[in-house]
């Protein structure tokens, strides 16, 4: 039920039964409608456990404080190809649009604030890949609460893919053919450092998401802002809502439905109220990025084309796509 005091819509996907319950297709419009407007959601319903969120909060929390020596022993590859691991603030730069190349995109690179930091959790296939992982020892229980935490959110990610077939026109399965080989999971720890910083004061640049969809879990400190296409793109705030978990489609999704969902532009910047006396607290975030099995083909799917409305796109290997986008976070170093 859409709420006033919050931006973006909030749908309740806890009846939806496969195309099957008498609700199916309300949720499905509903949702449809928010990721065409809006590119974004609020999800409840879920299924995704309290305790799982508090657990890998709690983990996350463990980890950033881990000696930085131990951080950097896990530092992120930085060719696009494997992002896992550790990247200390300023080193990976999440400022990108899907439109920006060259020049631009270097100004913003090289501009951008270095706010946070993050980790990226290896998950092949449910379980934890033991490169650039913590130790067992040195973190105990940390690749399980991951591991159990992420399980739950591919859940949620492949209930919300059937909602949308539903919504689109399409077989409620269309999406499950995809991801045969695996659904990939990106599990993600940011850290945005707190420190003295006025109201307003940017944490993570502007960028569209370059997958499928993002199931992003936020702590009470908020400060997400997203573009509204209705407010002459303003950004409006995205604050953290009870029970619901922020979702957004990537530009991958938005290409596969032929730019109908859109994957639409966000930030992070210090809200008003959680400043005091010019200190600003410390936030964590947890985005799980979902999307098919490596190397899926994404072509635009039947029933967003048509005589009247062109395909948008042409097929793109998705792997290979994203890939390109994230060596675009890691700015190199321009040789001697
Ligand atoms: O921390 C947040 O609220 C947003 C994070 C984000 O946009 C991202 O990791 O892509
Ligand atoms: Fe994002």
Redo the contacts with the bound molecule.
């Keep these: 039920m859409p709420h006033a005091t919050y931006a973006l819509p909030i749908i309740d996907v806890e009846d939806f039964k496969d195309g099957l319950g008498e609700n199916d297709r309300t949720i499905a419009s509903s949702l449809v409608a928010a990721f065409h407007d809006r590119g974004f959601a609020y999800i409840t319903g879920h299924g995704v456990t309290q305790d799982k969120i508090d657990g890998v909060f709690e983990q996350a929390r463990r980890f950033m404080s881990l000696p930085t020596q131990a951080k950097m022993a896990l530092l992120a590859g930085t060719d696009g190809v494997d992002t896992k691991g550790y990247s200390y603030p300023g080193m990976a730069k999440?400022t990108q649009n899907a439109e920006m190349d060259g020049a631009d995109l270097d100004k913003l690179v090289h501009g951008a604030p270095g706010m946070?930091e993050?980790f990226r959790v290896g998950i092949v296939n449910g379980k934890s890949d033991p490169e650039r992982m913590p130790k067992e020892e040195d973190l105990p229980g940390f690749a399980e609460a991951f591991i159990t935490w992420s399980d739950e959110c591919v859940q949620v990610y492949h209930r919300l893919l059937r909602i949308i077939a539903l919504g689109l026109g399409s077989d409620v399965t269309y999406f499950d053919r995809f991801h045969l080989a695996g659904t990939v999971r990106t599990p993600?720890i940011?850290h945005?450092l707190g420190g003295v910083a006025q109201a307003g004061h940017g944490?993570?640049n502007e960028?569209t998401?370059y997958g499928y969809l993002?199931l992003?879990f936020?702590d009470s400190v908020g400060?997400?802002e997203v573009v509204d296409a209705a407010k002459n793109n303003e950004f409006v705030r995205?604050p953290p809502v009870d029970k619901a978990i922020?979702v957004?489609v990537g530009d991958m999704l938005s290409r596969w439905t032929n730019g109908i969902l859109k994957s639409t532009m966000?930030?992070?910047s210090a809200p008003p109220d959680a400043v005091k006396d010019g200190v600003l607290p410390e936030?964590?975030?947890i985005?799980c990025?979902c999307g098919p099995s490596p190397n899926t083909i994404v072509d635009t799917m039947p029933g967003t084309y048509g005589p009247n409305r062109p395909k948008l796109y042409p097929p793109v290997n998705g792997t290979e796509h994203i890939q390109m986008r994230q060596a675009k976070m890691y700015p190199k170093k321009k040789a001697q």
Excluded: I
């Design positions: 999440v946070n993050t993600t940011q945005y944490r993570l960028h998401d993002t992003l936020q400060g997400l995205a922020t957004n966000h930030r992070v936030r964590y975030s985005p990025f």
